[in-house]
């Protein structure tokens, strides 16, 4: 059974930071692409960053840039979103997904094949 768990989510002041989790399990994850995305109340899901399956290459929207890295453990099956200098307007759901390995760089906000369920994050005093 393929399945995506994420945690992590929680309440956090603006500025700080929380590092989300997914855990992988019915599927090996060497080889897969994976990426983060996030849905406000009221507005559309967006992608927030993805790690390529052919080279590793990693894509950030504008908004998380420089704030925002994504990485993946294959050992441990494990996928993380290190968020640093957290803003009110990151708040949302954070959902992470794979997708099947493929020849070329991932797509930011491109649909994957694999969700999990999602995890809430606020950012707020």
């Known amino acids: 059974q393929l399945q995506l768990v994420e945690s992590g989510g929680g309440l956090v002041q603006p500025g700080g930071s929380l590092r989300l989790s997914c855990e992988v399990s019915g599927f090996a994850l060497e080889g897969f692409a994976i990426g983060w995305f996030r849905q406000a109340p009221g507005r559309d899901r967006e992608g927030v960053s993805c790690l390529s399956s052919n080279d590793g290459s990693t894509y950030y929207g504008d908004s998380v840039k420089g704030r925002f890295t994504i990485s993946k453990d294959n050992a441990e099956n494990m996928v993380y979103l290190q968020m640093n200098s957290l803003k009110p307007e990151d708040t949302a759901t954070y959902y992470c997904?794979?997708?099947?390995?493929?020849?070329?760089?991932?797509?930011?906000?491109?649909?994957?094949?694999?969700w999990g369920t999602g995890t809430l994050v606020t950012v707020s005093s």
């Open positions: 997904a794979a997708d099947y390995p493929s020849d070329s760089r991932c797509v930011l906000g491109s649909d994957m094949e694999f």
